[in-house]
């Protein structure tokens, strides 16, 4: 059973690249092409979840495909992500600031939907010899909340990201 990080993961690529930001998830199962401009390479760094009511129940939906309720199980989830940003080598790394601060904007204007972001801090811009590439690594942190339906067997189907934190 997934518990969907790899899907939030996912959102966040999407999101940041639907906002002008190039985004892809770290460690793709095919080969990728090289980037003439600087993209944001999106890998979970870290998962503390902590339970979020009594039995981490959350209370019953009803499920029109089905036509059956069925009952809400999940974690208040702190995620941290890293958003390390890579450019082409022979830039003088101006590029990658700017790559920075239109990933800051997506985050901070309108995050992902369902992700309050705690924090966002990058690192200084080096040069990565082992990619030959510029890159400053990043690294954001987010509350959310994961959920799951049990169905009528009593069996969990695949978590999902649901809701806002309210703080």
Not at 17 to 37: H, I, K, L, N
Not at 46 to 61: I, W
Request: glycine share 10%; with cysteine; proline share 4%.
């Amino acid at each position: 059973m997934s518990v969907g990080l790899e899907k939030v993961s996912r959102e966040l690529a999407d999101h940041l690249s639907r906002r002008g930001v190039p985004a892809v998830t770290a460690f793709p199962a095919a080969p990728r092409r090289e980037e003439a401009r600087p993209v944001a390479v999106v890998s979970l760094r870290g998962c503390r979840a902590v339970s979020s009511g009594f039995q981490n129940y959350l209370g019953e939906r009803f499920q029109e495909e089905t036509g059956r309720w069925e009952e809400r199980y999940g974690h208040r989830a702190e995620l941290t992500f890293g958003l390390d940003l890579y450019a082409p080598e022979r830039g003088d790394g101006e590029v990658l600031q700017a790559a920075f601060d239109a990933l800051a904007g997506a985050l901070l204007l309108e995050g992902p939907e369902g992700m309050v972001l705690k924090e966002l801090s990058c690192g200084e811009t080096v040069r990565d010899g082992e990619s030959r590439r510029l890159k400053r690594p990043v690294t954001a942190v987010f509350t959310l909340y994961l959920s799951a339906a049990v169905d009528a067997g009593g069996a969990f189907t695949d978590f999902e990201l649901r809701g806002v934190v309210k703080e």
